[in-house]
């Protein structure tokens, strides 16, 4: 089963998270929320986009909306599914902005080492 | 920012490259110094992105020129208090092992966020009024 809180997957029978200890077996029991939570990794699809000028934010922020979409229909495995293709939209962006940066860096130390020869 | 595990190293780096940008954009502004990388999109394409103009609207929110900071990037503005209820929680959940309160968005807001920010990036673009005022720092220069 999935943790609610951290979305860990763990043992069916689990009565604790293994990775944030939060007790399983009594919110197994059908009750107010949702039974299961996949995270949309949504905030940092959203810093990717808007705050990193990244356009691979753009599919992170698709699947962030197609978990939530598939978790409402009742899609567990679906929504992990689009889950992890968000997670993995969001490190492409982080990627690209690093080797962006990295690139631009050089570019400018470039710059700066020719002004200073000529 | 959720990453589903508890890893310091991950936390501390998020920290420091944090903490670190904060007091650039405090110190320099990007909308003259040459310290920050120019958008990708917009150094390949010459085009604005939706975030375009976000870092120059951070630099004036640090000084607390709110005008000036929604006239570079009105999105960026509006998702900041979203994004720090994020990091916050994503701080809570490295300290204490849990994270904040959370409220499921329904996938509609979702989409309705892309529509947004696709529209936004699209409408700051077109070279005609009042749709190019929404390029970075169009309304300043009224």
């Known amino acids: 089963m999935f943790c609610p809180q951290c979305g860990a997957n763990n043992a069916d029978n689990a009565s604790q998270c293994t990775q944030c200890g939060r007790m399983l077996q009594a919110s197994a029991q059908p009750g107010i929320q949702p039974a299961v939570n996949v995270p949309n990794y949504l905030v940092f699809a959203i810093l990717a986009t808007v705050l990193c000028c990244l356009p691979a934010g ?7 909306a197609q978990v939530n979409g598939r978790l409402q229909s009742g899609d567990v495995a679906g929504a992990q599914l689009a889950s992890k293709n968000a997670k993995m939209w969001c490190w492409i962006s982080v990627g690209v902005g690093l080797l962006f940066g990295v690139v631009w860096a050089l570019l ?10 000529t | 920012m959720t990453l589903p595990s508890q890893n310091r190293p991950c936390f501390l780096l998020a920290i420091l490259v ?19 990388p120019p958008c990708p999109l917009r150094e390949l394409t010459g085009w604005y992105c939706p975030g375009c103009g976000s870092l120059r609207a951070l630099h004036q929110l ?3 020129n709110f005008r000036a900071a929604f006239a570079f990037n009105p999105l960026a503005v509006i998702s900041l208090p979203f994004l720090a209820y994020g990091g916050a929680s994503y701080t809570s959940f490295q300290i204490r092992g849990r994270y904040l309160p959370k409220c499921f968005v329904p996938a509609f807001w979702i989409w309705t966020l ?4 696709l529209i936004f990036g ?17 309304v300043l220069h009224l």
Do not use: E, K, Q
């Open chain 2, 114 to 117: 892309f529509a947004a920010i």
């Open chain 2, 18 to 36: 944090g903490a670190t940008a904060l007091v650039a954009l405090r110190l320099f502004d990007p909308a003259t110094a040459g310290v920050f």
């Open chain 1, 58 to 64: 753009i599919p992170a922020i698709i699947y962030a």
């Open chain 2, 122 to 138: 699209i409408a700051r673009n077109l070279p005609m009024r009042p749709f190019n005022l929404l390029a970075p720092g169009a």
């Open chain 2, 62 to 64: 640090l000084h607390a």
């Open chain 1, 108 to 117: 400018v130390a470039v710059r700066i080492m020719s002004h200073h020869t």
